[in-house]
């Protein structure tokens, strides 16, 4: 049976008296991944490359179960290398396949993540049939973990644990990637034509957000997993595509879609006591789905 | 003896039928370019799993199954509207559902679990798919499902294909595309919950994509493409569950999807005229033709400069009208050398006796290659400043492609037009197709 549990204002409360750090630390995290996915979600959106955030987080899976196989242990950064490599080789064979083949981008895509989804599967079934590779930690993360790790001191300031430092740094990086290369990225997004007689080069654009992409995607998994990945690479976007048209205003809202179903989700998640990946993301479809159906019913009204 | 095989008669029956509904339904998907939609849906479908499993509190199917396929269908209809009322394009819907829906599945899984009535097992089956697991009631849905389609297919077959390649004229002669292109959702969406069970969410779409995507490699007739791709589903389903019996603990699904990928990867190798090795060994040959006719080009006009003097030409004024790198003319010396276009020599530079300066000369068959090769550039040159009225100055890059592609009967037929000339645009001479060698000069 699914049992609701009884909200209280008092159960809010008390998670934030109690322990005020640490559910900050859960909120910039949550930002953190939501945010930098929203940015480039923004970005695959408008390149009708919507769906390939869900190709590339399950194509991991195989470099994942190599690194593992090879460290033995579930090290950090041999699993960070190995998911990244894997991302990267998904992207590339996507578009081999595509232009090779000359099959759509949709099949392509289809025909590349499941056969390596498949094939990562099979490597941990073989070789790692008794790992504590816990297929949950993957899908879903475990952000409420995120105060316990070990905290990072630089230059004699506190900033955060390690995860939070980590995507901090990663969102920084994303957000000034973007403010420095608004115009090419505008003008490669809208009319790669006009990018390349202006000189721009479309390929290196492309090749940059791929890059980007993996990189967000492999760092967010850990904390955040998969599906708060899939999820708010587009949700945030879509909601905001709906609201503006000018790419910065969609960038802005975007964001603010991010934080707003960060904040919501992670109160939602205390109260339901769930999944707070999940919770995020449902608050974000829940924004998406209030917008849209507020636009047709508003012009509904004003067809009469 | 043969009662102990009994246990795999229902997997395998299973996956066969899977992998052949699969490839059918998937060649429809395939041409109407919403081969993701098998993801969607089958991410879509987890709330209605969930929402299945806790209304009817115990493991048997129905109850998942019709959730499943309420939810699913709920998702494929949203990503329709979603398409038709906003500024989002198919991909972006698809994706919002795909995300939504499963969150939603999660945070209700999550409330299902933490009110602690155990056995949930149910519904990891149905993310992760088990084979072996399949029960004779599962095969008789399967084959249900799998028989449905095949006669749908093939009562209704000119109905379906003009509905999915052209939707237009489908609704100019009457017959409703949205009616029709909601039953093939319809038959998709079950399709995927059938093979859930089996090869569990992330795998089930491949069943759908894989083999129609094969299938498009080899053929380009839409018949033969959906007989290709329903026989390699069933190919893939047969292996994939063989290779699963051969060691204990190793799962059915991905075993399925990679027999399917290998067949995939050896099509796009191997497969006449598109498949990537054809491809790379033609893209080669033509590269080495290019690199031959512009060495031979260049010789043709350091030749010329120096008015066609007995004279071997050095290979530095050859350098000199050549466009690419160093490298590059000297693979194309030494292929001309071989085909017996050019001879080398060497002739003493003028002050000092060594070093000698390395040079070449032009051997009948070489000049028959030269002058066929500049005759198509000035020609194309003098056609495109006549016909097109392009500028003179403007015309040399296009020639510099079309002279590698023009052929003999194109080349008479530009002579024709352009009334014979015998000089281009720039006030070169165009050499004629019985242009003798030159004449060594007194």
Partial sequence: MIEIPPFSWEALRTVWIEDPHGSLLILLMGFFVTGACALVGVFLILRRMALIGDAVSHGVLPGIAIAYLIMGHRSSIGLFIGAGLAALLTVLLIEWVQRSARLKPDAAMGVVFTSMFAGGVLLISLFAGHVDLDADCVLYGEMLLTPLEPPVYLAGLYWGTVPVARMGFIFGGLCLLIVIFYRPLLVATFDPGLARTLGFRPAVIHYGVMTVLATVVVAAFESAGAILVIAMLILPGATALLLFQRLAAVLLAALVCAALATVVGYHLDIWLNTSTAAAIATVSFALFLAVWLTQLAAARLLRG | ?442
């Fill in chain 2, 1 to 442: 003896m043969t009662g102990s095989y009994h246990y795999l008669i229902e997997p395998l029956l299973g996956s066969a039928l899977l992998g052949l509904a699969g490839g059918l339904m998937g060649g429809f998907i395939l041409v109407r370019r919403l081969s993701l939609l098998g993801d969607t849906i089958a991410h879509a479908v987890l709330p209605g799993v969930v929402i299945g499993f806790a209304w009817q509190m115990e493991k048997t199917a129905s109850g998942l199954f019709v959730g499943a396929l309420v939810a699913g269908l709920l998702a494929a209809l949203l990503t329709g509207a979603i398409r038709q009322t906003t500024i989002l394009k198919e991909d972006t819907a698809q994706g919002i559902l795909l995300g939504g829906f499963y969150a939603v599945g999660i945070l209700l899984l999550r409330l299902v679990q933490n009110a602690g009535t155990g056995g949930s097992t149910g519904i990891e089956g149905f993310l992760f798919g088990q084979a072996a697991a399949l029960t004779r009631a599962d095969v008789y849905v399967i084959a249900t499902v799998t028989l449905a389609a095949a006669l749908l297919v093939i009562v209704f077959y000119r109905t379906l294909l003009v509905v999915s390649f052209d939707a237009v004229f489908a609704a100019a002669i009457g017959w409703s595309p949205r009616l029709w292109q909601s039953l093939i959702l319809f038959l998709l969406a079950l399709a995927v919950v059938v093979s859930l069970q089996a090869v569990g969410a992330v795998l089930a779409p491949a069943l759908l994509i894989i083999p129609p995507a094969t299938a498009a490699l080899l053929t380009k007739r839409f018949p033969a493409l959906l007989v290709l791709s329903s026989a390699l589903g069933l190919l893939a389903g047969v292996g994939g569950c063989l290779l699963s019996l051969t060691r204990p603990g190793l799962a059915t699904g991905p075993l399925i999807v990679l027999c399917s990928a290998a067949c995939f990867a050896t099509a796009f190798l191997v497969a006449p005229q598109r498949g990537v090795l054809w491809q790379v060994l033609r893209h080669r040959g033509t590269r080495r033709r290019m690199l031959l006719e512009h060495g031979v080009k260049a010789v043709f006009q350091a030749w010329e400069d120096r008015d066609f003097a007995a004279d071997p030409i050095p290979v530095a004024a050859v350098r000199q009208r050549f466009s690419g790198s160093n490298w590059q003319l000297a693979s194309s010396i030494r292929h001309m050398r071989q085909r017996g276009w050019l001879t080398l020599a060497t002739l003493p530079v003028k002050p000092g006796p060594p070093p000698p300066e390395p040079s070449l000369k032009l051997s009948t068959t070489g000049w028959q290659h030269a002058s066929s090769v500049v005759r198509k550039h000035r020609l194309w040159e003098l056609y495109l400043s006549h016909a097109a009225a392009i500028a003179p100055d403007h015309v040399h890059d296009d020639a510099d492609t079309i002279e590698h592609i023009l052929n003999d009967e194109q080349v008479t037929e530009l002579m024709a037009r352009l009334n014979h000339p015998h000089h281009d645009p720039h006030g070169r001479w165009i050499p004629q197709v019985d242009s003798p060698y030159p004449a060594p000069r007194p």
